[in-house]
Every structure is written in structure tokens, then in C-alpha cells.
């Protein structure tokens, strides 16, 4: 497919990152899944961070910390990193992670269930001009909800997997994890407090800005 072959010339001009990948070996010696962010998406997590001058990022989805730190290289000054992890041990390996990186003392995970840390994060009035949605695709519409609610004029909206290995454009396909991750992108592309993008690239990647 001339998409692949475009995605394999991108990342033969990019040199090996050695940070990250020991982070990823560090998922597959844990045999954690192998889901972190693309390489592609995860250099344009650094740029917007930068880009947008954001100082509050909210990762939903820790994982292993792949994503984490690509989101931490980009802040600046006083800029603040919160994850959202369902599970102690993946987010064990992820605060390991951002601490080799040198972000122990800007990055923060948080383990428990990401609707619920969302209301608590609202109830205490927070508030993000960053959020990279991309833990699991069934609750994405609700965490899409939540992230609305939390932000400002000028946030940016970055949600992981749109094509969710096809499964969100695959009309036979209708489990739950597919349904959710078609409601995301459908909300992301058509709600009136919305700008955003759909990138088709390795497994897509929408990114919105808050009016
Ligand atoms: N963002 C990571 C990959 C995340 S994979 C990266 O690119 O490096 C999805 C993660 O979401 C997994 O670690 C999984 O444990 C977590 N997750 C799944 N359901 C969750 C929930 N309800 N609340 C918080 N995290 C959840
Ligand atoms: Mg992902």
C-alpha cells in the first residue's frame, strides 16, 4: 500500500531514539501489550506541546510511558504532566519510565479508573490546555465528554487510534471497543465547539482545538 511504503520512508529519516526504545523494550519484557503511540505520532505529541506552549497535559491511557514522554519533551517552564492509568503495574513501569527520562519532577501518574479520576479532576474545579485521549475505545465518547468540560478556549483535543486497526471503518465489525471509537471520531469532526483533523496515517490520529 503506498500509505505504508510512505510511512516506512518517514521513519527511515528519522535516527533511533534510544530513549524510547528502551521503553519499549521495557513493555515487552514485562509482556505488556505493544500499543504505545507511533513513532510518526508520537515526534507530532512533542511538537504540539510545544507548539501550543501548553503547560497543563492530561494523558488518559499511561501504558508504559511511550506516549508520556513524548507529551513531557515537548512542555516548557513550569509545564505539568498528569496520566491516567487503570493499572498499578503499567503505571508502575510508566513513572520508572518518565523518571529515566529525567521528567520525575513534572510528570505524575495516576492509577484508578480514568472516568473516575476526570470527576474528581472536575469537581476540584482543573482545568488543561492539553489532552491525549488513549485508553480504552469503548469509554472514548466519555472521556471525550469529560475533556470538554475541563477545558478552556484554546485547547487542544489529540485522540489515538481512530482506525482502530479498522475496526471503526469496518461495518462488520460492531463490538463495543469499534462502536466507541466511531462515536469519538464523529463527535471530534462534527461538534460545534470543535476544530479538528482526522491524520490517516499508521492508525490515525484525530486533533481538535476548542473554540
Ligand atoms: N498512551 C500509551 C498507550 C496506552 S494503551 C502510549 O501510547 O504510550 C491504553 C492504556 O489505557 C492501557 O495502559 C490500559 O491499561 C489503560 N486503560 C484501559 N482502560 C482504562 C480506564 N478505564 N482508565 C484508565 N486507563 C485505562
Ligand atoms: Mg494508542
Not at 474528581?120 to 482545568?127: F, I, N
Not at 469503548?138 to 477545558?151: D, I, K, N, S
Not at 462515536?183 to 481538535?208: H, K, V
Request: aromatic share 8%; charged share 25%; proline share 5%.
Amino acid at each position: 500500500m503506498d500509505s505504508d511504503n510512505g510511512v516506512w520512508y518517514a521513519e527511515s529519516l528519522y535516527p533511533p531514539d534510544e530513549q524510547l526504545q528502551r521503553v519499549l523494550n521495557s513493555i515487552r519484557e514485562s509482556g505488556m501489550p505493544e500499543i504505545s503511540v507511533s513513532p510518526g505520532y508520537g515526534r507530532l505529541l512533542t511538537l504540539l506541546v510545544q507548539m501550543t506552549g501548553a503547560r497543563s497535559v492530561l494523558e488518559i491511557g499511561a501504558l508504559g510511558g511511550y506516549s508520556g514522554i513524548c507529551l513531557a519533551r515537548g512542555l516548557t517552564g513550569e509545564g505539568r504532566l498528569l496520566s491516567l492509568e487503570l493499572r498499578e503495574d503499567y503505571a508502575g513501569l510508566a513513572r520508572e519510565n518518565l523518571q529515566q527520562a529525567g521528567f520525575a519532577d513534572r510528570a505524575e501518574v495516576r492509577v484508578g479508573d480514568a472516568l473516575k479520576s476526570l470527576d474528581s479532576l472536575l469537581e476540584a474545579g482543573e482545568r488543561f490546555d492539553f489532552f491525549f485521549i488513549d485508553a480504552d475505545k469503548v469509554h472514548a465518547p466519555e472521556y471525550l465528554e469529560r475533556a470538554l468540560l475541563l477545558a478552556k478556549p484554546g485547547t487542544i483535543i489529540v485522540g489515538d487510534n481512530a482506525f482502530y486497526h479498522g475496526k471503526a471503518y469496518n461495518p462488520e465489525n460492531n463490538g463495543p471497543g469499534a462502536i466507541g471509537i466511531r462515536r469519538f471520531n464523529e463527535r471530534m469532526a462534527s461538534d460545534p465547539r470543535l476544530e479538528s483533523t482526522l491524520l490517516p496515517a499508521y492508525d490515525g490520529m484525530t486533533i481538535a482545538r476548542v473554540k
